[in-house]
């Protein structure tokens, strides 16, 4: 059921588990940053993503919201951590749009201005 595989999403991005994350994901995947201009087709590239990520200081993701119909699913979350550049807190709003097979995501594309990050 595709909204059991985004409840668990929600629940491994708000704990910071790019392991469980991961495993949520198609053998066969496509995870696109947008902002970042990435495409990631593995999960050993996918999980690197996630631990690089999770790595920021004070990290954290809240307001996590998604939802699923048939094969598609919708989100919105916010992003939260302190620059690496200037040390100085951030927040960022963001959306991820799903496509699900099954009990898998088989393709998430997130949306988002990564400009505070890294302001």
Known sequence: MPVNVL???KRALIDLDARALVSLYADTFLFEDISAGLRIETKQALKEYFDSLFAWPNVEFSDVHFFGIADRGAGQWTWQGTSRQTGTPFAIRGASLFRLTGSTIAEEI??????????
């Open 110 to 119: 997130i949306f988002y201005d990564p400009r505070k990050a890294y302001a």
């Open 7 to 9: 409840e668990r999403a």
